[in-house]
């Protein structure tokens, strides 16, 4: 009789615990709580200072948490997706949707930011979660990127107004540039001149700033900054670091790079002083002896 008791309990037991596993996960409403939010590059502060709409995945109310899940984003597949935050997308789940949007903080203040709130989807065990990200656009990309109608825009850079007063680039007529960053005394010293046989002619290149990739004689370079009184030029295809010695002139640094018989000449568009600053493309140097002729009155004759 006892045996049997035992044996009804033990089954019992095992019954119980087998319901008990198939029964679906259920869903843990603190630890959902917890997570909802990204603060992401926001302090506790300044989350407490968003306006409701924006705090309401902070305490949902039993069933109303459930609505978050079922969550589909168009433009990342995974959280924290950077290449997420450069377009606008909606974000839809079983109770809505959310589409991305620029936020500011500390508006008029001294301390104003704006971020872009994302929305994205976290993968839980119970399912595709709707959740916020707040994200500094300049953090992410650069100082260059601010949120502009709910993603992150690089702003566009105002191109220097060299003019060359060369109809085209010859070697074989003298012309002159005029820079727009330069004083009038270092202007007018940029004209095609001779040096013995070698030209340096002058040219309205490319303003570089750090991590910019240039093309010179074929071979990809990638403007490193400065270093000391250095200006460092990666080349993309080896990886090997040039440095090169640049001299100041009228408060402009002025540096070159040789790439098999040419001279590639760049000058600071902006303060040398302000640590890495940004270099412009005015003029490579020749030897008019590679074409058969020689330097004359600025021009290979």
Not at 42 to 55: G, K, R
Not at 125 to 135: D, E, L, P, Q, V
Not at 222 to 232: F, H, I, T, V
Request: glycine share 8%; charged share 25%; hydrophobic share 30%.
């Amino acid at each position: 009789m006892m045996k049997n008791k035992i044996l009804k309990i033990i089954l019992l037991t095992f019954c119980l615990m087998f319901i008990v596993g198939c029964m679906p996960t259920p869903i843990d409403k603190m630890q959902f709580e917890k997570n909802i939010v990204d603060h992401g590059d926001l302090s506790s502060e300044e989350y407490l200072q968003l306006p409701a709409s924006l705090q309401e995945l902070r305490q949902p109310a039993p069933p109303s948490f459930l609505k978050w899940y079922g969550c589909e984003d168009s433009d990342s597949d995974n959280v924290f997706d950077k290449n997420s935050l450069l377009t606008q997308s909606t974000t839809t789940y079983s109770g809505g949707e959310f589409t991305d949007k620029c936020y500011t903080w500390n508006e008029g203040k001294a301390n104003e930011k704006t971020r872009l709130i994302e929305g994205q989807c976290k993968n839980t065990r119970s399912g595709n979660k709707f959740s916020y990200w707040y994200a500094d656009c300049d953090q992410k990309f650069g100082g260059d990127y601010s949120c502009v109608e709910g993603a992150c825009v690089q702003e566009p850079k105002q191109d220097l107004m060299c003019i060359d007063f060369e109809a085209s680039e010859s070697y074989f007529e003298q012309g002159s540039i005029d820079l727009p960053f330069a004083d009038s005394e270092l202007n007018a010293a940029l004209i095609d001149t001779c040096e013995g046989n070698n030209l340096f002619e002058t040219l309205c290149g490319k303003e570089l700033e750090v991590d910019d990739v240039i093309t010179l004689g074929g071979v990809q370079f990638q403007y490193k900054g400065s270093d000391s009184n250095y200006a460092l030029f990666k080349n993309v295809k080896t990886g090997q670091v040039i440095e090169r010695y640049y001299d100041v002139e009228n408060g402009h640094a002025i540096v070159y790079i040789k790439i098999d018989k040419v001279k590639y000449y760049f000058i600071s568009s902006t303060n040398i002083d302000d640590g890495d600053f940004n270099i412009f493309l005015f003029g490579e140097k020749i030897d008019c002896e590679d074409f058969g002729m020689t330097c004359s009155q600025g021009a290979c004759v």
